[in-house]
């Protein structure tokens, strides 16, 4: 089994944002919402399940709020720059209870038909992995996303207590593990050891 793993190298990062805006759908509006998809979960450490029902009116200022799926925990995050430039323009006249990634496909019929539906969390792993394949990415999927997060957190911060409570860990070897870290240091250690 491939384990997937963070997004290592912040041009990767971009490259994969570029590549969203650029080639990965048609429609410009779609690949608008790729690339927010990419955006917030590298800015934001959301879960995908999470990321996708998300709607405008969980974006307040410069905090997006909601309760998060997997632990109906109460969950505020502070956006950057870039982050909130990229959601105001995107949001434009949405109205507050639109989704930011509606799907395409409106489901039932007659007065049946249920419209404004998010994407699934499967259809944001083929859009991610499509992508990742495309740019040459290894092990790179949805969940890339919120392990970059968390990585990227932690080596700009040095503080690992800060990224188990922003990603609703138990523990810090949970997260250090999550983010790569482990894996990061044995490989290094093995490179110093040098072998015989």
Known sequence: ??????????????????????ESARSERVRQ???????????????????????????HG??????????????RRKMTKKLKERLLHYMGDMKPNDYLFPSRENKGKGKYKKRHQHITSNTAYKIIKNAANELGLENIATHSLRKTFGMMIYEQQKDVAIVMDMLNHSSQSITLRYIGKNQDSQDKAIAKFGGF
């Open 62 to 75: 410069w905090h997006i709020d909601f309760y998060d799926q997997k632990t109906d925990k109460h969950t």
């Open 1 to 22: 089994m491939v384990k997937v793993e963070p997004i290592r190298n912040p041009a990767d990062v971009e490259l994969l944002i570029d590549y969203m805006l650029g």
């Open 33 to 59: 919402r790729n690339a927010l998809l990419v955006a917030i979960g590298v800015n934001a450490g959301f879960r995908i399940g999470d990321i996708v029902k998300l709607q405008r009116k969980h974006v």
